[in-house]
T-cell receptor
Framework: DTGVSQDPRHKITKRGQNVTFRCDPISEHNRLYWYRQTLGQGPEFLTYFQNEAQLEKSRLLSDRFSAERPKGSFSTLEIQRTEQGDSAMYLCASSLTDRGSAWNSPLHFGNGTRLTVT | AQKITQTQPGMFVQEKEAVTLDCTYD???????LFWYKQPSSGEMIFLIYQGSYDEQNATEGRYSLNFQKARKSANLVISASQLGDSAMYFC??????????????FGQGTTLQVKP
């Protein structure tokens, strides 16, 4: 178990540029989540995948945001035409959840990607 | 509406003493799960402890215990024998029955804990 891996750890970009983040979940985990966290706040849910299917998107996720999980393994989160308000920590989490463990399975988080939009 | 409330933005505790971090929640579901996470300055969210709404006993994991008072809708985290490495931000989170299909957690605002030597 190597844990959830996110790349890059830090990203500085200019307003209007596109950025892409990658998340590699724990290998056997079927669920993958993206959260956004601003300074001093708790993580906010963005979107969720069950295997390769994106099953829920938060209203926080504007049209400039897109996430994929091809082949049900790693996931990417792309932000187009970045704005200063996009500056935040983007956290990826995964879990292995079946019907019997739906309640007590914790999410395992990566170290996050800190985005700064100048 | 805020579903998870952590009213203590910051807390101090002396090393080796116990500390309680407060968490109250709001849900109309009968089935839900409550989680506590620790986030050190490095940024990683570390899972600490879980309590199910139907669990009759308070959960314990090493130095962590969860004081679950269902009628009051509170799920306070108790850390015994604080260590310097416990200094971090702590988040309370909830998974409701309605979100069981996604398994997503809803987080509170967090409490920053500083352990004094």
């Amino acid at each position: 178990d190597t844990g959830v891996s996110q790349d890059p750890r830090h990203k500085i970009t200019k307003r209007g540029q596109n950025v892409t983040f990658r998340c590699d979940p724990i290998s056997e985990h079927n669920r993958l989540y993206w959260y956004r966290q601003t300074l001093g706040q708790g993580p906010e849910f963005l979107t969720y995948f069950q295997n390769e299917a994106q099953l829920e998107k938060s209203r926080l996720l504007s049209d400039r945001f897109s996430a994929e999980r091809p082949k049900g393994s790693f996931s990417t989160l792309e932000i187009q035409r970045t704005e200063q308000g996009d500056s935040a920590m983007y956290l990826c989490a995964s879990s292995l959840t079946d019907r019997g463990s739906a309640w007590n399975s914790p999410l395992h988080f990566g170290n996050g990607t800190r985005l700064t939009v100048t | 509406a805020q579903k998870i409330t952590q009213t203590q933005p910051g807390m101090f505790v002396q090393e080796k003493e116990a500390v309680t971090l407060d968490c109250t929640y709001d849900t109309s579901d009968q089935s839900y799960g409550l989680f506590w996470y620790k986030q050190p300055s490095s940024g990683e969210m570390i899972f600490l402890i879980y309590q199910g709404s139907y669990d009759e006993q308070n959960a314990t994991e090493g130095r962590y215990s969860l004081n679950f008072q269902k009628a009051r809708k509170s799920a306070n985290l108790v850390i015994s024998a604080s260590q310097l490495g416990d200094s971090a931000m702590y988040f309370c989170a909830m998974r409701e029955a309605l979100s069981s299909n996604t398994g997503k957690l809803i987080f509170g605002q967090g409490t920053t804990l500083q352990v004094k030597p």
